[in-house]
């Protein structure tokens, strides 16, 4: 299918070195633990899927064993690695959330590896948790937050929130008041900064965040064992889109997985809501093809994002890149062939998710490139 | 696949004037918000599936731009353009629900198009608001109540609630006593006859529906946003489903999605207990064959209706019936060429599911039609 | 497909003596209630996949009708019936739940039909019920179960709980503190020892099962309509799934339709926790391959486990393991064919689901067989 360069509008950056096999299988999970005995993590949809992509990249066969690939990558080294499986994927703009630790590549230098244009996404979390370590009491960590969000605001195109992993989405919808978000700092400060997973800050960093008018992205569904899935359902964001409905900034759903038909009907109710295949369809494998068509069912064409959310190893830029275009392909070409689409919309739509919508909801023709 | 007449057992009138433009647009979504910026309800599966199938019946080519087929629409007029989209929907019953405002066309109305019959659905909040205007306390109200309630059973083929609008389905199962009953109705006059949300008052006029022993339609799953979507799962429903599991009354569980595999548990389980396709096919275009084989998973096929749950156009009417027949002769043709079914048993429980089931359960061949 | 003999891990036994008809076709249901009226339990997945698969073997044609069936049937005698239907499923061993009521089959007796091996699951409330009649009080009791419950680890493979059905798995996770449950179990033998549903005494089940490193399976998803659905999300368990984590014991989800994506997250992030097939299968007919397909988006291939579930008919072993390698066939096959899997992996994955992981979690190749 012919689409325009992606605009991969949430992703992480990657390893600058190179992995050990351990540390190379445990990025293609979202587990936090060890594999249990007698198994791999390779044994998964997205070790099959690494094995079906990425070897022939790297001059050897599809399905070829995973030590020969790794053996193989560390000969080529992380730099050439990099080159040659983002310059696979068809990506021309990267939008990374640069809130993760680790020895990671940022925005300009994850693009800069396939010719594309890197921009920032800012994490409310880790940029509360920075401007805390400073700040001597609840005031000046609020004003500090303040400064620090209306900032980042000039140069990142969207923030995210992970409040799913540090809470779960049944927050109260409405703005703390300040007398609430003061306390919570004091409390949180006292017990000597630990995680911020307090709903009252969590609260007010979206609300800071909404606030500044660009859009706000939002995890749902699954992720690593930190959240809880049925808490990270986004139908429990209802009354947080109702309460943001107003302000003029968009929400975008992110991953939503296996609750992405919840996720579809929230943009198609509410105008300000997008929705993201993310991980969804990084995880899924061949599956990807009938994950997508679900999200297809209710989300309104304009509201549907790509993202890869590749996060650490550059074969999960290419997976999710090529998972995306598959199932695209396979959804879109098989409606046009039963006449239920004309081509004309099957080519409209598959630009629109690939690329225009991203283009539009964070304004990237007029946006800042990252450093 | 060779169909007798549809009963469409859950529908509403349509509009008896030509729509502007963005009115047509606005009856595509469940969303009662205009579309973000940028965007057009028409980018939707809804909106697709009426430029495939409703252009040829204007003489227009399938997929033509929708401000053709608006043009197009508005030369014929709302009459003929009914006449030509009702004629070609092989519905031979509509069983109307009437409580929907604007200037719509009656069952009767409805149904004379095509020369079906129409038949009247009467939804309970609606009764009670209108009951609750002329009551000058609450044992009149009730009174009154007890009477409209027993006066409708005599005409109309059933009743319908939209409890999951008004409160959510996670309501007390049991029939609340009258004192409670009668302190909720003062509350609710005294407060002006606001839209009648007390959880109290939907559950009397459940409990007084179920009492006539007509079956009573619910609705649950997905519709506009006045709904929460996680509190119109089906199952939520559970304990008032056992509740009056003895009452002899059948439960009729609408659209569903995307929480129709719950309800198809619940179908397969209680014995008075069925569902419907409805909202959950017209609103996914090719999608629908999917999600009418994820219903067919658990719902005995005894237990499964078919509804356009159209509403305002023609055209819904149109698409929902030719969804329904596509995804049906799809699901049930590719179980049958691989051996799975019988094709007589394919042939029957189609024909139970377009009309026999609908037939039974509203004992349509003894009902009296509606004017 | 070629596999390898299935080792089912997760069934019952078969009724000895020939059914009545209404008694043959209620085991078609998980309902536990008479058919609606006008509708009978033949027209469901199950009734049509049972005559889609069985009369061949019974020397009839595929879809006959059931009387003509069930006449068949009664001529050759529940023995003779039994051996054909159980000597075509290709299943080697048998992981059987004892703890269901009726004149069934044991382990070896269920086994021998087709020369395989049988093994002992043990229910724990059936086992604490039983081990209740002759405790003269709280202490003897708790002291009886616990040697009851290490006298079964001693041969039994693996406990079951079926918490799901006596309160809903949103369980404390924690141990009860033992004076919880000695005045749980003073409270239940005051009331006369009704059903245990109690939350502290079905904790403490689990718990001491947990403790003697025998894997623990756990029903999730739907069943009979003694559980509420929505509550047996096995997204629920998650607080027990993480407090059990450093235990050593293997948790194993059953069923967990139509959750059964939230089980496979589950089985994704935690190196203890398995999913399992069973009644998902049995019950949706051709919708099989699809379903199985859905578990395999995030479920590791080494965490997935084949079952029937099969009770009282060995018409549902013949149905649940043929519906198991069609679907299974389908979908490997689907995938090998474009390119997403090579033969290979599709093959050992193959093996893995039907057998190897079983054998492996349940320590089958040093187990005891049950006599």
Redesign the interface.
């Known amino acids: 299918m012919d689409l325009p360069p992606l605009v991969d509008h949430h992703c992480h950056g990657v390893l600058r070195y190179e992995p050990a096999p351990g540390t190379f299988a445990a990025y293609l999970?979202?587990?936090?633990?060890?594999?249990?005995?007698?198994?791999?993590?390779f044994?998964?949809?997205t070790g099959?899927?690494v094995r079906?992509w990425c070897p022939p990249l790297l001059d050897l066969p599809?399905?070829c064993p995973p030590g020969d690939y790794l053996d193989r990558r560390r000969a080529l080294g992380p730099d050439e690695t990099r080159r040659r499986l983002l310059g696979a994927t068809g990506i021309g703009a990267y939008l990374l959330d640069t809130g993760l630790p680790g020895d990671l590549t940022g925005p300009a230098e994850t693009a800069r590896a396939a010719g594309g244009t890197g921009y920032e996404v800012v994490r409310l979390e880790a940029l509360a948790e920075r401007t805390a370590i400073g700040a001597r009491d609840a005031e000046e960590f609020t004003d500090a937050l303040g400064t620090a969000i209306e900032d980042a605001a000039r140069t990142a195109v969207a923030f995210k929130s992970v409040a799913a992993y540090r809470h779960g989405l049944a927050l109260d919808p409405l703005p703390p008041p300040p007398h609430e978000v003061h306390r919570a700092v004091r409390d949180w400060m006292a017990a000597g900064l630990p995680r911020l997973a307090d709903p009252v800050l969590l609260r007010h960093l979206v609300w800071q965040a909404v606030a500044t008018g660009r859009p706000l992205q939002l995890h749902t569904g699954?992720g690593?064992?930190d959240l809880?899935?049925?808490h990270a359902?986004p139908?429990?964001l209802?009354?947080l889109v109702?309460a943001t409905?107003d302000t003029g900034t968009d929400l975008v759903l992110l991953h939503c997985?296996?609750y992405h038909?919840?996720a579809a009907?929230?943009a198609?109710?509410?105008?300000?809501v997008y929705a993201d295949v993310g991980l969804a369809l990084t995880?899924?494998?061949?599956?990807a093809t009938?994950?997508l068509?679900?999200f297809?069912?209710?989300a309104?064409?304009?509201?549907l994002l790509f993202s890869t959310d590749a996060y650490g190893l550059p074969e999960l830029y290419l997976v999710g890149s090529v998972l995306f275009r598959t199932a695209l392909a396979a959804v879109l070409g098989?409606?046009t062939a039963?006449?239920?689409?004309?081509a004309?919309?099957a080519r409209r739509?598959g630009a629109?998710i690939a690329a225009d919508n991203a283009r539009?909801v964070y304004g990237l023709d007029a946006a800042t490139a990252a450093p």
Chains 1, 2, 3 share one sequence.
């Open positions: 999970t979202e587990s936090d633990r060890p594999p249990a005995a007698g198994t791999t993590f044994d998964t949809q099959f899927a079906r599809a399905h699954f690593d064992p809880r899935l049925d359902d139908a429990l209802t009354d109702k409905a997985y296996p038909r919840q009907y929230l198609s109710v509410f105008p300000h995880h899924t494998g061949p599956r009938a994950v068509a679900e297809l069912e209710l309104p064409f304009a509201k098989d409606w039963t006449g239920a689409w004309s004309a919309d739509v629109m539009r």
